[in-house]
């Protein structure tokens, strides 16, 4: 019913920069927040950035602080993450989530999450 789908991954060597896209689809009233998570093999998925609905409130993990930025543009029901300054560790599959209120579900916000999208940092 709502589908999240991330482009924009690859390879690319440390120091160099990638911008992720994650455009949502389906049966959608509104999107509330959006943000990037990340996993690396055999860690725990964890919090890159998120970004508010009008953009108003950022939050990025310290990790990142700096190096990357993340965007929304709300006519396209799309989030994007600039990174810039990669390092090999940063090596991971990049999940999209968002908080979806979908047409006839009234106010409830639906969690959803993309298929994720491999970014691989050479050293």
């Given at each position: 019913?709502?589908?999240?789908?991330?482009?924009?991954?690859?390879?690319?060597?440390?120091?160099?920069?990638?911008?992720?896209?994650?455009a949502a689809s389906g049966i959608i009233k509104s999107i509330n927040a959006m943000?990037?998570?990340?996993?690396?093999?055999?860690?725990?998925?964890?919090?890159?950035?998120?970004?508010?609905?009008?953009?108003?409130?950022?939050?990025?993990?310290?990790?990142?602080?700096?190096?990357?930025?993340?965007?929304?543009?709300?006519?396209?029901?799309?989030?994007?993450?600039?990174?810039?300054?990669?390092?090999?560790?940063?090596?991971?599959?990049?999940?999209?989530?968002?908080?979806?209120?979908?047409?006839?579900?009234?106010?409830?916000?639906?969690?959803?999450?993309?298929?994720?999208?491999?970014v691989t940092v050479s050293s």
């Open positions: 019913q709502v589908q999240l789908v991330e482009s924009g991954g690859g390879l690319v060597q440390a120091g160099g920069s990638l911008r992720l896209s994650c943000g990037w998570y990340r996993q690396a093999p055999g860690k725990q998925r964890e919090l890159v950035a998120t970004i508010t609905s009008t953009g108003g409130n950022i939050n990025y993990a310290d990790f990142v602080k700096g190096r990357f930025t993340i965007s929304r543009d709300n006519a396209k029901n799309t989030v994007y993450l600039q990174m810039n300054s990669l390092k090999p560790d940063e090596t991971a599959v990049y999940y999209c989530n968002a908080l979806v209120r979908r047409l006839g579900f009234g106010s409830y916000e639906y969690d959803a999450w993309g298929q994720g999208t491999q």
